[in-house]
């Protein structure tokens, strides 16, 4: 069943029933993750100017990108920097590699007015679906980078953490009380756990109603948002109608169960993506996101855990270059499209006018599209193969049952797919010439919910994201057209 927005009269009944200086107070210290697997990045200057136009005060990385880092110099946006999972073990082997990462990604930056307050040692490493790779090395490498911040002098400012799914705690029913950390890795996280609360570091934690509902058809769509439509649980006489009280209570009380009863806890990633999938969807996302702020913005908490919350918004753009292993849906976290534009209304509670404010200045490619030709019959031979060429080269996740592009005929289909490719590789001609089948056009195709983008333009600030030259195109295209 699919939820039809709230009109503008509702939203603004709904966030003027809250008063205004308790929202402002308590919603200030939102944070958002900024992730850089796009073909076409904003330039980080950029986006931080957005960051701090929109008020969010914090942001996440799951890297230490030099361009990020260098573009928050001097902003007062708190930041938290990431070692990824494929780099644990060597910074668990070597206490060289961990004084080194630290020196270049943490205390070069602190030093040029960068606010780090966090290094997040992994992420999400003990998700079941890694079988267990980083069980051995998550504990040495944590050590190692407490160590070496200690060792630098910052050991003070800067906190180790270790990002987590939610799947590594659970409970034996519905209710939160039973919670605990799961069998199988007990043992792990209790020995991290003890190690984050001895040194004065956070209990991080990522929690997805989307997911629930994307793996089990049978799970109860409203509990996953925050407006009282759900069927209640109670968890001996405490009674939660959402499913983000009910998740993080869990992991309260699985954290007091083990000895840690007043550790701090940071949601290190929320949100719900907008498209790649039937349930993802701006009016879902929406609901969700603003549902969110709204309810931690009176700083009232859980029924376990009283006060305000600290959260990061997963996430903040729109990353096109995503793995799209666990869903078609990972391309489409943003609450902004990939050129920084707002995806649906959304107040933060931190900007005078309770709207999202987009980023400045985006640079496009000209208006023109890469579609099917008009005199191409559909039994040609070559249209299959330069689909799905395009399609393993470009971006289809808005293509399928329940996404934005899901009511395209067959040749719209063809075309949207010829365009993702087109345009990501910055509109060359050379992209649009799958064999005898394409066009270039600059008539907008795009149709109702179905946006047929224009690329922006390439951004060239580092070496790592300097995309691929005419020279390169052309051997794609070569590729394509032996392969055809």
């Not at 509702?10 to 900024?34: D, K, Q, R």
């Not at 998550?138 to 050991?155: C, D, F, S, T, W």
């Not at 289809?396 to 797919?417: E, F, V």
């Not at 795009?446 to 052309?474: E, H, N, Q, V």
Request: include cysteine.
């Amino acid at each position: 069943m699919k939820y039809p927005p709230p009109r503008v009269c509702e939203v603004c009944v709904m966030v003027t029933l809250i008063p205004f200086l308790c929202w402002m107070e308590s919603v200030n210290g939102i944070g958002a993750n900024w992730g850089t697997q796009s073909s076409h990045p904003l330039p980080p200057e950029t986006v931080v100017r957005m960051l701090l136009d929109n008020g969010i005060q914090k942001v996440k990385l799951f890297d230490a990108d030099y361009g990020a880092l260098r573009a928050l110099s001097k902003s007062g946006i708190e930041v938290m920097v990431g070692i990824p999972n494929d780099m644990l073990a060597t910074m668990a082997s070597s206490m060289k590699a961990a004084d080194k990462w630290v020196s270049k990604n943490v205390s070069t930056h602190l030093s040029n007015s960068v606010d780090i307050r966090y290094v997040a040692v992994g992420n999400e490493p003990f998700l079941a679906t890694y079988n267990g790779s980083f069980l051995r090395t998550l504990y040495p490498a944590l050590v190692n980078i407490q160590a070496a911040l200690v060792k630098a002098g910052i050991g003070g400012k800067v906190k180790v953490t270790v990002p987590q799914n939610a799947d590594v705690y659970s409970s034996l029913n519905a209710g939160p009380s039973s919670g605990d950390f799961r069998a199988d890795i007990h043992d792990y996280m209790y020995q991290i756990t003890k190690f984050l609360n001895d040194n004065g570091s956070p209990f991080t934690v990522n929690i997805y109603p989307f997911i629930s509902l994307y793996i089990d058809s049978n799970f109860p769509v409203e509990y996953a948002f925050f407006d009282g439509q759900a069927t209640p649980v109670n968890d001996g006489g405490t009674t939660y109608t959402n499913m983000f009280d009910a998740n993080y209570d869990t992991l309260v009380w699985a954290l007091q169960k083990n000895g840690f009863p007043n550790m701090g806890i940071i949601v290190g990633e929320i949100g719900w993506p907008s498209d790649g999938d039937r349930n993802a969807n701006n009016e879902y996302a929406q609901r969700f996101m603003q549902g969110f702020m709204t309810h931690i913005a009176g700083g009232k908490g859980t029924p376990m855990r009283q006060g305000p919350i600290e959260a990061y918004l997963f996430s903040l753009i729109d990353e096109d270059q995503k793995s799209i292993q666990p869903g078609n849906f990972e391309r489409h976290w943003g609450v902004f499209y990939f050129d920084g534009q707002p995806k649906y209304a959304l107040n933060l509670g931190t900007t005078t006018t309770g709207a999202l404010i987009p980023a400045r200045n985006v640079k496009y490619l000209q208006r023109k599209w890469c579609v099917l030709r008009d005199s191409v019959k559909m039994d040609d031979p070559s249209i299959a193969q330069s689909v799905s060429y395009a399609c393993a080269l470009g971006d289809c996740t808005s293509l399928g049952y329940g996404t934005s592009c899901g009511n395209l005929d067959a040749k719209m289909n063809i075309s949207y797919a010829f365009n993702s490719y087109y345009q990501i590789n910055n509109q060359l001609d050379e992209a649009c010439k799958f064999p005898n089948v394409s066009t270039i056009t600059k008539d907008d195709p795009t149709t109702g919910t179905c946006r047929f983008g224009i690329m922006i333009k390439p951004y060239y600030g580092g070496a790592d994201r300097r995309l691929g030259s005419g020279g390169f195109l052309a051997g794609l295209v070569l590729v394509l057209l032996t392969v055809l």
